[in-house]
């Protein structure tokens, strides 16, 4: 049996996106400016996916949304524009951002560093979250942009960014949210949490991945990364567009605002009989509060048992999850949650996560855990820090 | 970046075949009692190392004889199923060998034994440094079963808990000459990034590896010119005499230890030029001789060496 737990990297593309993509895939498919009849159809498909996104993320008709490779290149453009038109020019000085940012924002706040800008990284509480008062330490009217993302992919912990924007509209900083792993799991109302700049990426709402956009606020600033343009749909990124792409994230965008109520309760109601399962084991802990997180993340401890064994073992009973400190995936760059937390730092490398979809099923749910146990059972059993019943 | 660089790199699935048995099903975890130590005739000794904080940590059970001879070994451990399968080769290493043999297991026979075919290594790059911490928890579990304490080394690498003596003598010993080598070889500077040199965004440190390094190289640079042993010209330049002695130093370095690791040895009889190769007419003695590996595998594994350390051209004759 094949279990995909893993679902805040890259998620199955759902059959209705699919059934979107398809005439675009088969058959040929004009480009957007072309004068004949394959062009007007990439024309109309373009627009409906458009009109989609617009309508799922109750987006203004004077706000742009504009289509980009990924949420990486959307927070890559933004940033940009920060640097070359208020950075430069000497209007702003500074970024703040969270320290647990996607990689993206990392390093080119880095970048953004080694020029000579003035980078505040703001800590996680101990309840994994961005604390909004600590903002006001680092605000000024110089400051160029507030970026902190609306989800933390690994340990599903929803930042307070209505707190977060009240605030820095008091100053007049614009505030961008990275919301690739909140979009269809948590209710997004650009109406009502008003950030400026707002990235969102394919692959984690059952889209393909490389395609993403970036959406804009009225009167807010941009610059195009990547040139090329041609129109106005390929004003703020250079086509040809991935028109594919696109027609799959519109129609993923809507399924995922028209299905959220439902589809997240029942994935909530898997996640909560996994991490009930999960606390039944002995020497395991759930990290982040309930009432705190995404309906479809679960981040825990598993005292005694390094990430990597737990995983190959989960993996060879072919069971997929994740792990905040396995090497090579970079997470390194990023200060241990574990540490933020206030938990004990011999749990840093005990940390396993699981991600749920809506494809995933109750029957599913007891494998994992049957297979968990017995893989923690296993690797406890000649484990040096073994828990002490274990012992 | 060449296309090698910029393949995706296999993660479990593409670890030889000898590592994967291993980490599926290794053989020589667990725990060892009093009692067991005692029906064995032996003590009993328990030795940790590392700590679960850099996601390394192993717990040797070693049972020695009144001769100091490991009779029985086990360990406990937390840490990857990688480390989990160069530790259980390192324990089958280890026994019936006395503490100073076992001591002396290095790098190259470790990494040897965990390899399917003798010219591909065994772990990826980014992961050698899981032998070398295999191979200093056996180093501090033989001083402590002797009662010794090995000298305090600051610690560098918080992340990978690597300390300045491991550093400087993985440079040393593995000729390093990039801070991604000395990550690939130790783990420290392979995380979080903070001790390769100082940083905008983190304290100020006492070590930095970019200076460890910079002084090694220099030491080494220094040490190598006062010796002036070393011929500084291509293999295929050299006269006879001096393509002995070169050939002789690359054996003693690199392969004689493989050898002697399994009771067997080699000699040179005669290097002679042969048009554009250099045959190299060897004898093996000791288990190597009628062993069948020693017209396949090893020969393949000497002429694989001498091939990449002098010179294409050179062809092994065992006789």
Same mark, same amino acid.
């Not at chain 1, 959307?74 to 000085?93: A, D, E, P, V």
């Not at chain 1, 647990?100 to 880095?110: D, F, T, V």
């Not at chain 2, 026979?109 to 980014?126: G, I, K, T, V």
């Not at chain 2, 550093?167 to 990550?183: K, P, T, V, Y």
């Given at each position: ?94 970024? #703040? ?28 509480? @101990? ?77 984690? #709402? ?11 606020? +009225? ?45 997240? @309760? ?21 990290? #982040? ?17 390094? /990430? ?84 | ?16 075949? +000898? ?207 006062? /010796? ?92």
């Amino acid at each position: 049996m094949k279990v995909y737990l893993d679902n805040n990297r890259v998620t199955p593309v759902d059959p209705q996106v699919l059934g979107a993509m398809e005439p675009l895939l088969k058959e040929p498919y004009g480009d957007l400016h072309a004068l004949h009849w394959a062009g007007a159809a990439s024309r109309k498909a373009y627009n409906t996916a458009l009109e989609k996104c617009y309508a799922a993320l109750h987006a203004g008709e004077k706000d742009t949304i504009f289509f980009t490779s990924g949420s990486p290149e959307s927070n890559t453009t933004l940033l940009m524009q920060l640097y070359t038109r208020q950075i430069l020019t000497g209007r702003k000085n500074s970024l #703040i951002i969270s320290e647990r940012e996607p990689l993206s924002i990392l390093q080119a706040a880095a970048w953004l560093e080694e020029q000579g800008v003035k980078v505040h990284r703001l800590p996680v509480t @101990e309840e994994g979250i961005v604390d909004p008062e600590s903002l006001t330490d680092y605000l000024t009217p110089r400051t160029g942009l507030v970026s902190i993302c609306l989800v933390d992919p690994e340990s599903g912990a929803i930042n307070p960014l209505e707190e977060i924007v009240r605030i820095c509209q008091s100053y007049e900083v614009p505030v961008h949210t990275d919301a690739t792993w909140a979009v269809g799991k948590v209710p997004i109302d650009l109406e009502t949490l008003e950030v400026d700049y707002l990235s969102l990426s394919g692959e984690t #709402i059952h889209a393909p991945t490389g395609i993403g956009a970036l959406y804009a606020r +009225k009167d807010t600033e941009l610059s195009p990364l990547i040139f090329g343009t041609r129109s106005a749909p390929e004003r703020y990124r250079g086509g040809p567009l991935n028109l594919p792409g696109i027609a799959g994230l519109g129609k993923a965008l809507e399924l995922a605002s028209d299905a959220l109520d439902f589809e997240m @309760e029942d994935a909530r109601e898997l996640r909560d009989a996994l991490e009930e399962g999960i606390a039944a084991l002995s020497g395991t802990q759930t990290l #982040i509060e309930w009432s705190r997180r995404v309906p479809n993340t679960l981040l825990a401890t598993f005292e005694g048992v390094e /990430s990597e064994a737990l995983l190959y073992e989960l993996n060879r009973d072919g069971i997929a999850a994740f792990s905040t400190t396995v090497h090579p995936y970079g997470e390194w760059v990023r200060p241990s949650l574990i540490e933020r937390l206030g938990l004990d730092p011999a749990l840093k490398h005990s940390t396993v996560g699981f991600a749920l979809s809506r494809y995933n099923t109750e029957e599913e749910i007891d494998y994992t855990l049957k297979h968990l146990g017995k893989a923690l059972e296993y690797l406890r059993s000649f484990s040096p820090v073994a828990p002490k019943e274990n012992a | 970046m060449s296309k090698a660089r910029i393949k995706a790199q296999g993660f479990w699935e593409d670890a030889p075949f +000898k590592i994967e048995m291993l980490a599926e099903k290794p053989k020589n975890n667990g725990r060892l009692t009093e009692k067991e130590a005692k029906e064995l005739q032996g003590t009993l000794h328990i030795h940790d190392f590392g700590n679960p904080e850099i996601g390394m940590m192993v717990r040797w059970y070693w049972v020695l004889d009144e001769a100091g001879r490991i009779v029985a070994c086990r360990y406990e451990l937390f840490g990857s199923p990688v480390l989990r399968a160069v530790t259980d080769m390192a324990a089958l290493l280890c026994r019936n060998k006395s503490l100073e043999e076992a001591e002396k297991i290095n790098y190259k026979s470790l990494e040897y034994f965990l390899r399917d075919h003798p010219s591909n290594p065994a772990l990826p790059e980014n992961r050698r440094y899981l032998i070398l911490f295999v191979l200093r928890s056996i180093v501090t579990a033989a001083a402590a079963a002797r009662g010794e304490s090995l000298p305090d080394s600051p610690v560098v690498c918080e992340c990978s808990g690597t300390d300045l003596a491991t550093i400087e003598s993985a440079i040393r010993d593995f000729d390093l000459e990039s801070i991604e080598a000395i990550g690939n070889y130790t783990g420290a500077g392979a995380f979080c990034g903070r001790c390769i040199a100082p940083r905008a965004d983190s304290a100020p440190r006492e070590h930095y590896l970019v200076d460890i390094l910079r002084r090694i190289r220099r030491e080494m640079e220094e040490e190598r010119k006062a /010796s002036g042993t070393v011929i500084d010209k291509p293999f295929k330049e050299m006269n006879p005499e001096e393509k002995k002695a070169a050939i002789n130093a690359v054996i003693d370095e690199h392969i004689r230890q493989m050898l002697i690791m399994d009771g067997g040895d080699m000699e040179i009889l005669d290097v002679k030029e042969n048009g554009e190769h250099t045959d190299l007419y060897i004898r093996y003695l000791g288990a190597c001789s009628g062993c069948a590996s020693a017209s396949t595998g090893t020969l393949f594994a000497i002429e694989g060496i001498l091939k990449q350390k002098l010179d294409p051209n050179i062809r092994v004759l065992p006789l």
